[in-house]
């Protein structure tokens, strides 16, 4: 597609439920990755998927979170048992190559609300 | 620990003005350093790139510089407009292959 998808673009569930987000990537763009945005805050860093390789999961913040990325393509981030500060916006991002030194492609984000 | 510092408070300036936005980081050597726009509800949007041994870069009304000794870079839009009112990323990386750190952001307003 002409740019990064994501979906829904606003979720709103209650504490203790699963919830699936999900990121349509350029076509193209080997790279993606997961932020999350909470109100006023910079961009926090989730999980890297580049290619085959394993991802970087280095920024998920419990093991409540996980994220998939299926034929290399569509990226689905998993929350699970969803807890109050979990509400943010979820951005998802890709690049070509996963050389971000030529920038990252923004979808518009999921903003999810936990109550 | 690594940091990536950028004024919290909005910038107000009058339209026609140029607008400068810092960016400091600390117990970093990135490889290269990027600018973001972001508006309300909307994902960031990539602007410009600089990289660790470039002084100086532009691109129309947009200058950006970056002193790895002062460990700084300086965001420049020059004859401002309304329509630049924003909030402005900056993000770093070590290397092409890592995934970037974001800054806070700083919310710039233009005032006509």
């Known amino acids: 597609g002409a740019g990064v998808s994501q979906s829904p673009s606003n979720k709103v569930t209650e504490k203790g439920k699963d919830v699936e987000l999900r990121c349509d990537p350029i076509s193209g763009h080997t790279a993606l990755y997961w932020y999350r945005q909470s109100l006023g805050q910079g961009l926090e860093f989730l999980i890297y998927?580049?290619?085959?390789?394993?991802?970087?999961k280095s920024g998920l913040p419990s093991d409540r979170f996980s994220a998939e990325r299926t034929g290399g393509s569509v990226s689905t981030l998993t929350i699970q048992r969803t807890q109050q500060e979990d509400s943010a916006v979820y951005l998802c991002a890709s690049s070509r190559h996963g050389q971000g030194a030529n920038g990252y492609t923004f979808g518009s984000g999921t903003r999810l609300t936990v109550v | 620990s690594q940091k990536i510092e950028q004024n919290s408070e909005a910038l107000n300036i009058q339209e026609g003005k140029t607008a400068t936005l810092t960016c400091n980081y600390t117990?970093?050597?990135?490889?290269?350093l990027q600018w973001y726009r972001q508006d309300p509800g909307r994902g960031p949007v990539f602007l410009l790139l600089?990289?660790?041994?470039?002084k100086e870069k532009r691109k129309e009304r947009l200058k950006v510089t970056f002193d790895t000794t002062l460990k700084q870079s300086l965001f420049h839009i020059t004859a401002s407009q309304p329509a630049d009112s924003a909030t402005y990323l900056c993000?770093?990386?070590?290397?092409?292959?890592?995934?970037?750190?974001f800054g806070g952001g700083t919310r710039l307003m233009v005032k006509p």
């Open positions: 998927f580049q290619g085959n390789s394993a991802p970087d």
């Open positions: 117990n970093y050597s990135p490889a290269y």
């Open positions: 600089i990289r660790e041994n470039e």
């Open positions: 993000a770093l990386a070590h290397n092409a292959g890592n995934m970037l750190t």
